[in-house]
């Protein structure tokens, strides 16, 4: 949520704004929230104007009782009853007007970073750093369904009969796979100087409305049935939320923060839950990377965190490119951010997100409360998140990228205390 005095002083620039992210349509809310910011602060003028003046008669009454002037008292009586009621009105008015303003605002995309590229949607992303050499092998690359099969570590049937689509099974040396390439970007992580959390998998509604965009919300989340509750769709969301109504030490910024939590997304309008694969589904693990800084270090923040990723898929022998995210590709929230998408052998392209970063500004911190206490008072913080590796779907990059001829898998030397010393992962038929 962008800071309403922006609008007030440049309302052309929000404008402006909006049209990058070719969102025309909410062009007409700018200059309806001026309205209604003008109206809240007529009732708000009406109100203390109302109160200042029930003050002075109140002292009145007091007066014309003392002196016996009851037909005068009773009449003031009369008048400062019908100011109560009308400040009743009012702050019954003023609440529904800011409901009102509040719900547009956070409609209104915050604003892009100057050297973000503009475009319409993801096809114009621009690519700005390929990292490892992207081999494709003189043997064929199977489709990675079939890779796990062969190396007895998918069971997709039985997840159709206990769960349905987009469910899935991991067994043996790939279930054992998944959990190390956690483990190892937790250390990861921690060697990097961030603290390791594990938050609550479920949040409430307030914490949901702060982290996210309305249609993410839509698109993403599950809801407990009953219950104020919406289980996570990254752990992002309730690493931001810890902060919801604090104020942050100045002294004690940066908080880099890694947390582990499963996800859980639905994935509305999705293409590929009726494939064969684990590319799209519903239920996933992850490990997330979170900064809350000051302002002026944000940017700096956000080029860190995706070197990080980098690093870190580096290490796994994984070639990726670094993708700036478009205008029309951002997320209302988003001032900038960027995608590593590995590469795919079979394919002979760049496919798969490994991880999305992204500064958010101070748009979380406005609708969440979050402020940093400094020597000059208090301001909202910025924040920013960053994927550091999310299986299953990360598995299938590992395995396209680590496969042999021979159908086994090398295992990367930085994983391989994580696997018993495991250097390669073999067919079921070896």
Same mark, same amino acid.
Request: charged fraction near 30%.
């Given at each position: ?177 998944? !959990? ?80 582990? !939590? ?46 990080? !990723? !980098? ?120």
């Amino acid at each position: 949520m962008i800071d309403i005095n922006l609008i007030r002083t440049n309302k052309e620039l929000v404008k402006e704004n909006i049209k990058k992210k070719f969102q025309d349509h909410k062009l007409p809310l700018v200059d309806e929230v001026l309205v209604l910011d003008n109206k809240i602060r007529a009732l708000k003028k009406e109100g203390d104007d109302l109160r200042a003046s029930r003050n002075t008669l109140s002292a009145k009454i007091g007066q014309f009782m003392r002196e016996k002037k009851l037909a005068e008292a009773e009449e003031i009586k009369n008048q400062v009853k019908k100011n109560n009621e009308r400040i009743v009105e009012i702050e019954k008015e003023e609440g529904e007007i800011s409901l009102k303003l509040k719900k547009i605002m956070m409609t209104i995309p915050n604003i892009l970073a100057d050297d973000v590229p503009i475009g319409k949607d993801d096809s114009e992303n621009v690519q700005r750093l390929t990292v490892g050499k992207a081999n494709v092998p003189n043997y064929e690359i199977p489709y990675h369904a079939d890779i796990l099969e062969s190396l007895n570590g998918l069971d997709l049937d039985s997840a159709r009969r206990t769960s349905g689509n987009g469910f899935y099974y991991l067994t043996g040396n790939i279930a054992r796979l998944h !959990s190390a390439i956690l483990s190892y970007a937790r250390d990861f992580m921690i060697n990097k100087g961030f603290t390791y959390c594990i938050p609550p998998f479920m949040i409430r509604s307030d914490v949901v409305n702060g982290v996210m965009s309305f249609d993410e919300m839509e698109n993403m989340m599950y809801k407990i049935e009953g219950e104020d509750l919406y289980l996570i769709g990254t752990s992002e969301h309730s690493m931001i939320g810890r902060f919801k109504d604090t104020q942050v030490k100045e002294s004690d910024l940066p908080l880099l923060l890694t947390s582990y !939590s499963p996800c859980f997304r639905k994935e509305v309008g999705a293409h590929g839950l009726e494939e064969r694969g684990i590319y799209r589904v519903h239920q996933f693990e992850k490990q997330e990377m979170i900064v809350i800084c000051k302002p002026e270090e944000s940017m700096d923040w956000y080029n860190k965190m995706w070197q990080i !990723s !980098s690093e870190f898929f580096a290490s796994l022998d994984i070639p990726h490119e670094v993708m700036e995210c478009c205008s029309g590709d951002l997320a209302d929230l988003k001032v900038k951010s960027c995608d590593l998408n590995a590469w795919s052998p079979r394919q002979k392209k760049y496919f798969g997100e490994l991880g999305s970063c992204s500064n958010l500004s101070d748009a979380q911190a406005r609708r969440l409360g979050i402020k940093i206490k400094g020597e000059k008072g208090s301001y909202f913080a910025h924040t920013l998140n960053n994927t550091v590796v999310a299986p299953p779907r990360m598995l299938i990059a590992f395995l396209e990228n680590n496969l042999n001829e021979d159908g086994s898998v090398n295992v990367p030397k930085a994983l391989q205390p994580y696997m018993g010393g495991m250097t390669k992962i073999y067919p079921k038929t070896k």
